[in-house]
């Protein structure tokens, strides 16, 4: 690797920490391109070299402290299989059915960020979807390719990716939901949410009676907070 590379790259993770600083301290609408390059002490037209936009910066900054989530390492290290399936689908019904009750409310300012940005240009959106695609989209797929050789579920439609989609926003809707104090709408029998959450999708991307019950049982019995391991998949 060149010199000029490693300034590059060493210049680029200069402009994410001064950036991290700033978002952490005045927000996404609060923070400008301007004060993170004077945070990083370069000038604004460098930064863009790096980062063509505000919303490119910010959604960089999520998918490096994605890929640092040891949690998430121990999901994406998980062998393709029905049970790494039914794992994956738990786990995201939990995140964001979650999502109100953290202290700091950053995934929830996330969330109203995803919002706004669907309701004007898109562009935040659409980087996070392929973050977040390019991410967990592959370990899905294959997991339910697996399911279906197991004969623990059908085929559907020829893009299992979508799948992957529908299940994300069948549960960030849920989360939209009851985002604010007054939630929108109170889902009934509160308690049993998170399963009748996680059997609608599971039923949805094909997987059968029988897997669903035998799985399901096993991924619900611990706590809410106990982290996903690698181990028994």
């Given at each position: ?190 308690t049993d949410l998170e399963r009748q959450v996680c ?35």
């Amino acid at each position: 690797m060149s010199s000029l590379r490693m300034t590059s790259d060493l210049r680029r993770q200069l402009i994410l920490g001064a950036a991290r600083r700033c978002f952490a301290r005045y927000g996404f609408a609060g923070t400008t391109t301007k004060s993170i390059a004077a945070a990083a002490s370069i000038s604004e037209g460098l930064l863009f070299k790096h980062f063509p936009t505000k919303s490119a910066l910010y959604a960089e900054i999520l998918a490096e402290e994605c890929e640092a989530d040891p949690a998430l390492h121990r999901l994406l290290k998980l062998e393709p299989s029905t049970r790494a399936l039914v794992v994956l689908i738990r786990e995201m019904v939990r995140h964001f059915l979650h999502v109100s009750d953290v202290p700091d409310q950053q995934e929830a300012q996330r969330l109203r960020l995803m919002v706004t940005s669907h309701l004007d240009d898109g562009e935040f959106a659409r980087l996070i979807y392929e973050k977040i695609g390019d991410l967990i989209g592959p370990v899905f797929t294959a997991s339910l390719e697996q399911a279906v050789a197991a004969g623990d579920a059908s085929r559907i439609g020829r893009e299992p990716l979508n799948l992957f989609w529908f299940a994300h926003h069948t549960v960030l809707m849920a989360a939209l939901a009851r985002l604010p104090s007054v939630p929108c709408l109170s889902y009934a029998n509160a308690t049993d949410l998170e399963r009748q959450v996680c059997e609608f999708i599971l039923r949805g991307i094909g997987l059968n009676e029988t897997a669903v019950a035998s799985h399901l049982d096993r991924e619900l019995s611990p706590d809410p907070g106990q982290p996903v391991t690698a181990e028994g998949a």
